[in-house]
């Protein structure tokens, strides 16, 4: 029976994350990185600027910078209140899909809700999705895409889901190319018999993906991002391109193959990290660092904990019957070896925030499944000191991921007050009056509007990563 009381507490301990959350991003400057190089070009006209877009080698991404212009114009040049006003209703966004999808209904299901929210944004591959923007975050643009399919296809069928889903994989498909994953949800979740796309639906996705593939290789000629793009993690360090080339130009599939394993190992047991191995590292030199320790032991408690649920449901999985929360862990399951297979060309935590995301979905609803029974007694009461013990560590993630976004607010603003030797370093030209104006406004946002944080030199030491 529904218990609205229980409803009401699952959601507001969403806003109380969502509201942290939003009051550290609203302190964060507009970082100079990624963010101000991009806006440079948002001044192009409209029909050169979406030719532009359509047309770059290595990377398909067109809606990605028309979201981007569209809210940089919008903006009136008050360009912090607009793009961060954006990244915070994100933020929302996620938590709210996050407890729809989880269906809080009942006090044991509310119990469980603080340990899912915990995982959802303390896991290290989110972590990316706030203390980073593009200056929209396009990676927690498509952990929205993938939870928002899974609540249309797990949802009732109603007219017009098919048309909502074609859209909502192009949007994604086009913006990054993790956002092919809505694809996978969507067929993941009709495989589990899951019927809110119908069909046809699903034969216009099929369509969807195969016009996808065909424009980015056939018509545009696209391509994939080559070994010198960018540097990548391997082993225990991170190689820059010119070593990648040197070590991977005749074997790519040898490497493309570590950073799908890699980013597969990152999810669910906390290391490696950016494809490199930094705690196992440690133990071999002696030292290992605590943080990364307990990073390890939390990821791999909860992934204990959705196989433990898994084995227990398999019978039933084996009959082809799903319950909802069956159907959310299977998404899991189904969503990680794809989210792992598109981080080939490159290893990086935040593209894995997908996958973080389900796992937490996975996570909730295993804990009040096993960790929150009916039944009273000794079992019981050591189920519930397992589920205290595992949303303390993964609350300890949680707060140390607003450790991260203080220090966060000291950097951003170091970067403003030496901008110039970074435009410098870059070779940028902001010689343009529409290019200096911009620096000026931002530089005067990030220094002078913007207050201060006060020190946190005891985080910059002891902050988890």
Same mark, same amino acid.
């Given at each position: 029976?529904?218990?609205?009381?229980?409803?009401?507490?699952?959601?507001?301990?969403?806003?109380?994350?969502?509201?942290?959350?939003?009051?550290?991003?609203?302190?964060?400057?507009?970082?100079?990185?990624?963010?101000?190089?991009?806006?440079?070009?948002?001044?192009?006209?409209?029909?050169?600027?979406?030719?532009?877009?359509?047309?770059?080698?290595?990377?398909?991404?067109?809606?990605?910078?028309?979201?981007?212009?569209?809210?940089?114009?919008?903006?009136?040049?008050?360009?912090?209140?607009?793009?961060?006003?954006?990244?915070?209703?994100?933020?929302?966004?996620?938590?709210?899909?996050?407890?729809?999808?989880?269906?809080?209904?009942?006090?044991?299901?509310?119990?469980?809700?603080?340990?899912?929210?915990?995982?959802?944004?303390?896991?290290?591959?989110?972590?990316?999705?706030?203390?980073?923007?593009?200056?929209?975050?396009?990676?927690?643009?498509?952990?929205?895409?993938?939870?928002?399919?899974?609540?249309?296809? =797990? *949802?009732?069928?109603?007219?017009?889901?098919? &048309?909502? #889903? /074609?859209?909502?994989? !192009?949007?994604? @498909? +086009?913006?990054?190319?993790?956002?092919?994953?809505?694809?996978?949800?969507?067929?993941?979740?009709?495989?589990?018999?899951?019927?809110?796309?119908?069909?046809?639906?699903?034969?216009?996705?099929?369509?969807?993906?195969?016009?996808?593939?065909?424009?980015?290789?056939?018509?545009?000629?696209?391509?994939?991002?080559?070994?010198?793009?960018?540097?990548?993690?391997?082993?225990?360090?991170?190689?820059?391109?010119?070593?990648?080339?040197?070590?991977?130009?005749?074997?790519?599939?040898?490497?493309?193959?570590?950073?799908?394993?890699?980013?597969?190992?990152?999810?669910?047991?906390?290391?490696?990290?950016?494809?490199?191995?930094?705690?196992?590292?440690?133990?071999? =030199? *002696?030292?290992?660092?605590?943080?990364?320790? &307990?990073? #390890? /032991?939390?990821?791999? !408690?909860?992934? @204990? +904990?959705?196989?433990?649920?898994?084995?227990?449901?398999?019978?039933?999985?084996?009959?082809?019957?799903?319950?909802?929360?069956?159907?959310?862990?299977?998404?899991?399951?189904?969503?990680?070896?794809?989210?792992?297979?598109?981080?080939?060309?490159?290893?990086?935590?935040?593209?894995?925030?997908?996958?973080?995301?389900?796992?937490?979905?996975?996570?909730?609803?295993?804990?009040?499944?096993?960790?929150?029974?009916?039944?009273?007694?000794?079992?019981?009461?050591?189920?519930?000191?397992?589920?205290?013990?595992?949303?303390?560590?993964?609350?300890?993630?949680?707060?140390?991921?607003?450790?991260?976004?203080?220090?966060?607010?000291?950097?951003?603003?170091?970067?403003?007050?030496?901008?110039?030797?970074?435009?410098?370093?870059?070779?940028?030209?902001?010689? !343009?009056?529409? @290019?200096?104006?911009?620096?000026?406004?931002?530089?005067?946002?990030?220094?002078?509007?913007?207050?201060?944080?006060?020190?946190?030199?005891?985080?910059?030491?002891?902050?988890?990563?």
């Amino acid at each position: 029976m529904t218990s609205r009381a229980a409803v009401a507490a699952s959601y507001g301990a969403g806003a109380l994350v969502a509201l942290g959350l939003a009051l550290a991003l609203l302190a964060i400057p507009i970082q100079v990185s990624d963010s101000f190089g991009n806006m440079l070009k948002l001044s192009t006209p409209w029909p050169q600027f979406v030719v532009q877009e359509f047309t770059q080698p290595s990377y398909l991404r067109p809606f990605l910078w028309m979201q981007l212009k569209a809210v940089y114009d919008l903006s009136g040049g008050h360009y912090f209140a607009w793009f961060r006003g954006v990244h915070v209703l994100q933020v929302v966004l996620l938590v709210g899909l996050f407890l729809h999808l989880v269906r809080p209904r009942t006090w044991r299901d509310a119990a469980a809700v603080p340990l899912g929210l915990a995982v959802l944004v303390g896991h290290h591959a989110f972590a990316g999705t706030v203390n980073e923007a593009f200056p929209i975050n396009t990676f927690l643009t498509v952990v929205i895409c993938c939870l928002a399919a899974a609540a249309l296809a =797990l *949802g009732p069928e109603r007219r017009g889901n098919s &048309a909502v #889903a /074609v859209i909502l994989f !192009a949007y994604a @498909a +086009l913006s990054v190319e993790s956002g092919l994953l809505v694809f996978v949800v969507f067929v993941a979740a009709a495989c589990t018999g899951a019927r809110g796309v119908p069909r046809a639906g699903l034969v216009a996705l099929v369509a969807a993906l195969a016009g996808y593939f065909a424009l980015r290789f056939a018509v545009l000629d696209v391509g994939t991002p080559s070994l010198s793009e960018r540097a990548s993690g391997f082993g225990f360090s991170v190689l820059d391109p010119p070593e990648l080339a040197r070590r991977f130009g005749d074997r790519r599939l040898a490497f493309y193959a570590y950073n799908v394993v890699a980013s597969g190992l990152s999810v669910v047991f906390g290391e490696p990290r950016g494809g490199v191995f930094r705690l196992t590292d440690g133990f071999r =030199l *002696g030292a290992p660092y605590p943080s990364l320790l &307990a990073t #390890a /032991v939390a990821s791999t !408690a909860v992934s @204990a +904990l959705i196989a433990v649920f898994a084995w227990r449901r398999l019978a039933a999985w084996r009959a082809w019957q799903f319950t909802h929360d069956d159907r959310l862990v299977l998404l899991f399951l189904a969503l990680l070896p794809a989210n792992a297979v598109i981080s080939f060309p490159y290893t990086k935590d935040v593209i894995m925030s997908p996958a973080a995301a389900f796992l937490a979905l996975a996570a909730c609803v295993a804990a009040r499944q096993l960790l929150i029974p009916s039944a009273a007694g000794g079992r019981r009461v050591l189920a519930l000191a397992a589920c205290l013990v595992l949303s303390i560590a993964w609350s300890v993630r949680l707060l140390s991921l607003h450790v991260e976004l203080r220090i966060a607010q000291h950097k951003v603003r170091e970067e403003w007050a030496y901008v110039d030797d970074w435009i410098a370093l870059q070779r940028l030209d902001v010689s !343009a009056p529409r @290019a200096s104006t911009l620096r000026d406004a931002l530089r005067t946002d990030a220094l002078l509007v913007r207050d201060p944080p006060g020190e946190l030199e005891w985080a910059r030491r002891r902050v988890l990563y």
